[in-house]
Structures are given as C-alpha cells and as structure tokens.
C-alpha cells in the first residue's frame, strides 16, 4: 500500500524510538492525551506541522520538506523528573545515532524541550522534545523520499 512520506517517517521513529531502555515499547503516534496505567513510562510522537519549499537551484520539480516533530515522554511516581530526563537521554541519543532514519531523511535537529510535572496525588509529568526534520520529495510523490 502507498502511504505518505511522513508516514514512512512516524514509522521509521516509532522503530528508531522503541525498546528504549526506560520506556521500553510504549511508543503511540498521534494519541491525544497522557498515557496511563501500563503505558507508562511510555511515549507519543506526533507531526503537527510542516512547510514546503521547490528547490530553486534543482531544475527538477524537487521540494524541500521540513517537519516539525515532537516526542512527548510522560512518567508518573517518585523520582519522575530524573526519568524524564533519563527519556530524554535516551531519545536524543536513539535518534542522533542515525539521522537518516534509515529512510533517508536528510537532517534532524533538536529545537527545544520543556518538563511539565503535576504535584497532585498523581504526580504525573512530561518531557517535550521538539525536532526539525528535512526531507525531500519529488512534486507530485509525496510517497517517496528522495537522495
């Protein structure tokens, strides 16, 4: 079946990101919400934005893409901030040791993180990790990621 590009992309992080250590296989996409019970430690990777550029120099119909990615890493319980931190360790270091994906995305930066954490009886928290990603793809094949 033909899927998207940023499909093959949410994919391929979902591989790169799962068995962490720390969250293990608890890797959703694009699940609203905080993750609960069993899910937890885990992750939610979400694509909520990206911008399309032709290439000026390249006489073919080339686009640039660039994706904004976020992984989400929740946690709950004593000594949750010093996990959220260990997830974000362990993310950074998943994703930077291939920044292709094994699909041939061109670049991945990380743009920022923030930790939100509620002290109420759950004392549940979260790290944000927000990532620019680019790729290209021919105009027209949005499926396919191009060298």
């Known amino acids: 079946m033909v899927q998207h ?3 093959t992309i ?3 992080l ?3 990101l799962s068995n962490l250590p720390t969250t293990d296989d608890n890797v959703f996409t694009n699940r609203p919400g905080e993750l609960e019970g069993e899910e ?3 992750l939610v990777i979400v694509m909520p934005s990206e911008k399309v550029v032709a290439d000026a120099g390249d006489s073919s119909t080339t686009q640039h893409r660039q994706a904004e990615f976020r992984v989400i890493g929740f946690d709950r319980g004593e000594d949750m901030e010093q996990r ?3 997830i974000a360790l362990e993310v950074e270091d998943a994703i930077f040791a291939d920044v292709t994906l094994g699909v041939g995305v061109k670049a991945i930066g990380l743009d920022g993180l923030e930790i939100t954490v ?3 009886t759950q004392h549940v928290g979260a790290i944000e990790m927000r ?3 680019l790729y290209r793809t ?3 094949s949005p499926e396919n990621i191009v060298a």
């Open 5 to 7: 590009a940023r499909t």
């Open 10 to 12: 949410l994919e391929a």
């Open 14 to 16: 979902v591989k790169t």
């Open 40 to 42: 937890l430690p885990g």
């Open 84 to 86: 959220l931190n260990r």
């Open 118 to 120: 509620e002290d109420g």
């Open 131 to 133: 990532f620019a990603l």
């Open 138 to 140: 021919a105009e027209g």
